[in-house]
């Protein structure tokens, strides 16, 4: 257990709908950071927020969206879905920034048929 | 788009035997980080270095950062069937922003 819950683990769901990803992070942990890793894109960021504000955006398509709540877990959000978008959604945390190393959650696994 | 191309793909060995991944990246850095991920699973972190080291090592691992040619290099020693999984180097670049930009990965396989 690294500390990052996110949950659910797996979820199905048909094209065009919308899908909510929950990741709360490690104890003390400030920053979230949202990646999506699929065969052919490999790990790509999407958003990162600092103690409930957007800090960096990524490669992150409008019909997703993410926030942090005040007491520090985040939820992705992830609308209209296509086929393209199943991938595996995971979210790491950090202290601050980068220096000491993220820790990841296991992942959300989304199969968009 | 991916900061960092890792050579090579996929890599099989040995146990026992050493094994050595490589890590090309585009822009100036602060640090350059390695993680592994087992199969479908959450990455781990292994080992940071910051772009003013040249060498690091922790347990049996081995990482050298070159910033004159924007590459560094991971070795595992005494490669282990547990070894086995896709290694990924990351960096942070240097001009202010924290996220971590992923290599494309190795695929380590230890054959016992």
């Known amino acids: 257990d690294s500390g990052v819950t996110q949950t659910p683990k797996h979820l199905i769901t048909a094209t065009g709908q919308r899908v909510t990803l929950r990741c709360s992070p490690r104890s003390g942990d400030l920053s979230v950071y949202w990646y999506q890793q699929s065969l052919d894109q490999g790990l790509q960021f999407l958003i990162q927020y600092y103690n409930g504000e957007e800090r960096a955006k990524g490669n992150i398509l409008e019909r997703f969206s993410a926030q942090q709540f005040p007491d520090l877990h985040s939820e992705l959000n992830l609308s209209s879905l296509e086929l393209g978008d199943s991938a595996l959604y995971f979210c790491?945390?950090?202290?601050?920034?980068?220096?000491?190393?993220?820790?990841f959650g296991s992942g959300t696994r989304l199969t968009v048929v | 788009s991916q900061q960092g191309e890792e050579d090579p793909q996929a890599l099989s060995i040995q146990e026992g035997e050493n094994a050595t991944m490589n890590c090309s990246y585009k822009t100036s850095i602060n640090n350059l980080q390695w993680y592994r991920q087992n199969s479908g699973r959450g990455l781990v972190h292994l080992i940071l270095?910051?772009?003013?080291?040249r060498e690091k090592h922790s347990g049996r691992l081995r990482v050298t950062l070159d910033t004159s040619k924007k590459s560094s290099s991971l070795l595992i020693t005494a490669s282990r069937a547990a070894d086995t999984a896709s290694y990924f180097c990351?960096?942070?670049?240097?001009?202010?922003?924290?996220?971590?930009?992923f290599g494309t990965g190795t695929r380590l396989t230890i054959i016992p």
């Open positions: 790491a945390s950090s202290v601050d920034g980068a220096m000491g190393g993220y820790t």
């Open positions: 270095i910051r772009s003013n080291e």
């Open positions: 990351a960096t942070e670049a240097n001009f202010g922003n924290e996220k971590l930009t």
